[in-house]
């Protein structure tokens, strides 16, 4: 038996293969240089704000749907124009007293179904609020309270809407 060598082209052949010099060309597509672009400066906090509200000087976005106060303050913990962040439950009630500084009780009442008697009982919680100066609570208006980290011992809610 005598080995016969093939040639590459009898090889391209059983194998199916195209050779390269057959296939046609296919322009790459040419790379762009890339340009650095300068960072653009960010928005000042009352651009921010005026964006996120449609109003200018309005205070800052809290999160939920509330009426913005008209009034502007310096208070570090009011949720408008302030740092303090607001989350967790929002209750309504009526302010009893609004003798202390910057804070204010109000009154909640609800009903709670007794399971026993099938029969409904009223109750009420009081609850130790911040009273930010911008809204203008005085007592007896009813109000709009959310909660937000411990101001005090006893403060862990803020007045966010006079209603």
Request: one cysteine or more; glycine letters at 6%.
């Amino acid at each position: 038996m005598v080995d016969k060598k093939e040639t590459p082209s009898e090889k391209e052949k059983k194998m199916d293969v195209v050779p390269e010099a057959k296939l046609p060309k296919v322009d790459k597509p040419k790379a762009e240089p890339l340009t650095v672009s300068e960072p653009k400066a960010a928005p000042t906090s009352k651009a921010r704000t005026a964006k996120k509200t449609g109003k200018k000087g309005t205070g800052r976005n809290i999160g939920i749907d509330v009426k913005s106060p008209e009034e502007t303050c310096t208070d570090k913990d009011c949720p408008f124009h302030g740092t303090l962040p607001v989350r967790g439950q929002i209750l309504e009630g009526q302010v009893v007293s609004d003798k202390m500084q910057k804070t204010a009780v109000v009154k909640r009442n609800y009903m709670r179904k007794n399971q026993k008697y099938e029969r409904y009982e009223k109750r009420s919680n009081k609850y130790v609020v911040h009273n930010p100066p911008c809204l203008g609570i005085k007592a007896g208006d009813n109000v709009k309270i959310m909660e937000c980290r411990p101001l005090s011992k006893l403060v862990s809610f803020v007045i966010i809407e006079k209603m």
